[in-house]
């Protein structure tokens, strides 16, 4: 299984950005997906997640109503849609393919992140 990230970038606070994630090596819908998130010094930090047994979208307290996810099955890719951007959203994104859980451990295969900075 491989996970490509991308999208991240430097936006302005209150802007938006589209983080995507593409999969490949196994079928689409074969795993459950997350996003996870790193700020310097600090844990990694569940962030969204999708479940395919219920199409079920699951989002950290702090980004609920500000954050979606999205997919392409014909891609293979699913994205997480950031909106209202704040400084305390920067930190290097993570896609995730395992068991659906706000837990890094429930997933097994992990992209490389991508970096998004917020500036104030």
């Known amino acids: 299984v491989q996970l490509q990230a991308s999208g991240g970038g430097l936006v302005q606070a209150g802007g938006s950005l589209r983080l995507s994630c593409a999969i490949s090596?196994?079928?689409?819908?074969?795993?459950?997906m997350g996003w996870f998130r790193q700020a310097p010094g600090k844990e990694r930090e569940f962030v969204a997640g999708?479940?395919?047994?219920?199409?079920?979208?699951y989002f950290a307290d702090s980004v609920k109503g500000r954050f979606a996810i999205s997919r392409d099955n014909a891609k293979s890719t699913i994205y997480l849609q950031m909106s209202s951007l704040k400084p305390e959203d920067t930190a290097v994104y993570y896609c995730?393919?395992?068991?659906?859980?706000?837990?890094?451990?429930?997933?097994?295969?992990w992209g490389q992140g991508t970096l998004v900075t917020v500036s104030s």
């Open positions: 995730a393919a395992g068991a659906y859980s706000d837990s890094a451990s429930t997933y097994g295969a």
């Open positions: 090596g196994v079928t689409f819908g074969a795993y459950d």
């Open positions: 999708f479940r395919w047994s219920d199409l079920s979208t």
